[in-house]
């Protein structure tokens, strides 16, 4: 069986998903900010044709977003969590085998259909997800992942495909690999295409066409497959398995500065409280923890910066323990008369929850605390997140957490924030 893959990939997700609950905004330049609010991660078409660039600060496009009435977001993840979970439910009704690649992309083995079914079915899936979900999408279509990647870059940039790009043939793939900036092949960085320019490789075809030993020369031996998946030789199966995660980082920057000792256990009981809920999720369990701070180093504060890791007694995923061994190195790195702008915990050794080696003087209530702090993830699972929480991680209206001043409501994962409609 030929192996044929596709990859549909959710066009400007972030702003895509405030519009699903917003048609009114569908024609208006639209921008998502990141955390805290600081820059745009999220463009519509008509927010790009105003020259906003991603990453642009929000406060340097204030006027511009004043005179042209751009309409503004804080990012809302559980939004877009949830929505990117129903395209996955949508995809799945109709192509059996699938890879999340991110939270708006997602690779198809088309290879199960008869090849003349492939590009209608591709077609079908981006008229279901828009009719289902509401979010349009592209369709890239390919005999490898970097292919299909390829065919999607065409398929967004050429109207005329109609969101649905097929390269299969090695005729069409001759024509129009040749249009495509080497920059946009996947996984060709910044540095890599630096390196590939100065022998003249400008294009998707000039790759395919390099030997494979330069590229990987060049490039490691990432470049030497890439060459042979352009060739349209498959070198990249579909990972249907979640990669075995090696570590979790919950790091946030401060809504205002922290400058006192008891904001600062807060932020990091909280986000250390988050780590434990992730990795209780994920089924694994931290051997040793790292937590830093920092001030802003672009205000003219005085600078300091400081980390500090340890060791658990035994591996652990329990929220007490690590908020409790997390504030302590929190306290020693501690230092009077500073803005803090940020802080984060690092968990950099994960282990299966299943393998544990107990203490030796082991805690028997263990048990009794996993159920409770399980109780408590479905609990906030269903009713919001923070709706039970410790106590040391402080009040949800703390100074120091996240600005979100334009989040629009969670539509689908919060009753409370569910439009009301009222008669007369």
């Given at each position: 069986?030929?192996?044929?893959?596709?990859?549909?990939?959710?066009?400007?997700?972030?702003?895509?998903?405030?519009?699903?609950?917003?048609?009114?905004?569908?024609?208006?330049?639209?921008?998502?900010?990141?955390?805290?609010?600081?820059?745009?991660?999220?463009?519509?078409?008509?927010?790009?044709?105003?020259?906003?660039?991603?990453?642009?600060?929000?406060?340097?496009?204030?006027?511009?977003?004043?005179?042209?009435?751009?309409?503004?977001?804080?990012?809302?993840?559980?939004?877009?969590?949830?929505?990117?979970?129903?395209?996955?439910?949508?995809?799945?009704?109709?192509?059996?085998?699938?890879?999340?690649?991110?939270?708006?992309?997602?690779?198809?083995?088309?290879?199960?259909?008869?090849?003349?079914?492939?590009?209608?079915?591709?077609?079908?899936?981006?008229e279901r997800v828009r009719r289902w979900v509401g979010i349009p999408t592209c369709v890239g279509i390919g005999t490898t992942k970097t292919l299909a990647k390829v065919a999607n870059f065409i398929a967004k940039k050429r109207p005329q495909?109609?969101?649905?790009?097929?390269?299969?043939?090695?005729?069409?793939?001759?024509?129009?690999?040749?249009?495509v900036p080497v920059d946009e092949v996947w996984g060709i960085g910044a540095a890599s295409a630096a390196k590939l320019a100065k022998i003249g490789v400008q294009t998707a075809a000039d790759l395919?066409?390099?030997?494979?030993?330069?590229?990987?020369?060049?490039?490691?031996?990432?470049?030497?497959?890439?060459?042979?998946?352009?060739?349209?030789?498959?070198?990249?199966?579909?990972?249907?398995?979640?990669?075995?995660?090696?570590?979790?980082?919950?790091?946030?920057?401060?809504?205002?500065?922290?400058?006192?000792?008891?904001?600062?256990?807060?932020?990091?009981?909280?986000?250390?409280?988050?780590?434990?809920?992730?990795?209780?999720?994920?089924?694994?369990?931290?051997?040793?923890?790292?937590?830093?701070?920092?001030?802003?180093?672009?205000?003219?504060?005085?600078?300091?910066?400081?980390?500090?890791?340890?060791?658990?007694?035994?591996?652990?995923?329990?929220?007490?323990?690590?908020?409790?061994?997390?504030?302590?190195?929190?306290?020693?790195?501690?230092?009077?008369?500073?803005?803090?702008?940020?802080?984060?915990?690092?968990?950099?050794?994960?282990?299966?929850?299943?393998?544990?080696?107990?203490?030796?003087?082991?805690?028997?209530?263990?048990?009794?605390?996993?159920?409770?702090?399980?109780?408590?993830?479905?609990?906030?699972?269903?009713?919001?997140?923070?709706?039970?929480?410790?106590?040391?991680?402080?009040?949800?209206?703390?100074?120091?957490?996240?600005?979100?001043?334009?989040?629009?409501?969670?539509?689908?994962?919060?009753?409370?924030?569910?439009?009301?409609?009222?008669?007369?």
């Amino acid at each position: 069986m030929t192996e044929v893959f596709g990859i549909i990939d959710c066009n400007n997700f972030y702003v895509s998903c405030e519009r699903v609950f917003r048609p009114d905004l569908e024609g208006v330049p639209v921008i998502v900010l990141s955390n805290n609010d600081g820059c745009a991660v999220a463009r519509s078409a008509e927010a790009k044709a105003l020259g906003i660039k991603m990453g642009d600060p929000e406060f340097k496009i204030r006027d511009l977003i004043k005179r042209e009435n751009v309409k503004v977001f804080s990012s809302n993840y559980a939004l877009y969590g949830s929505l990117s979970g129903r395209v996955t439910d949508t995809l799945l009704s109709m192509v059996p085998t699938i890879e999340t690649y991110s939270i708006d992309e997602s690779f198809l083995n088309l290879g199960e259909f008869r090849e003349r079914e492939v590009e209608p079915l591709a077609r079908e899936l981006r008229e279901r997800v828009r009719r289902w979900v509401g979010i349009p999408t592209c369709v890239g279509i390919g005999t490898t992942k970097t292919l299909a990647k390829v065919a999607n870059f065409i398929a967004k940039k050429r109207p005329q495909y109609l969101g649905v790009c097929d390269l299969r043939s090695s005729q069409v793939r001759e024509e129009l690999l040749s249009t495509v900036p080497v920059d946009e092949v996947w996984g060709i960085g910044a540095a890599s295409a630096a390196k590939l320019a100065k022998i003249g490789v400008q294009t998707a075809a000039d790759l395919a066409a390099l030997d494979p030993d330069n590229a990987r020369a060049l490039m490691t031996v990432m470049g030497g497959r890439t060459v042979y998946e352009l060739r349209g030789i498959s070198c990249l199966p579909l990972e249907l398995m979640e990669p075995t995660r090696k570590g979790i980082a919950v790091t946030r920057s401060f809504g205002a500065p922290v400058t006192t000792r008891r904001e600062m256990r807060e932020a990091i009981a909280s986000y250390a409280t988050r780590a434990a809920e992730k990795m209780r999720r994920y089924k694994v369990a931290a051997d040793n923890i790292f937590v830093f701070m920092h001030t802003n180093n672009f205000n003219n504060d005085p600078f300091y910066s400081n980390g500090a890791s340890a060791r658990f007694a035994e591996t652990t995923n329990d929220t007490g323990e690590v908020v409790a061994l997390a504030v302590r190195l929190g306290e020693r790195l501690w230092r009077d008369g500073f803005r803090y702008s940020k802080t984060g915990i690092m968990i950099t050794e994960l282990l299966p929850e299943t393998i544990r080696q107990p203490a030796l003087w082991g805690d028997l209530d263990r048990e009794r605390r996993e159920r409770a702090w399980k109780a408590m993830d479905k609990l906030n699972a269903t009713l919001g997140r923070d709706t039970v929480r410790i106590l040391g991680a402080g009040p949800k209206s703390a100074a120091w957490k996240l600005r979100a001043e334009h989040r629009s409501p969670r539509w689908t994962t919060r009753w409370d924030e569910l439009p009301r409609v009222r008669s007369h």
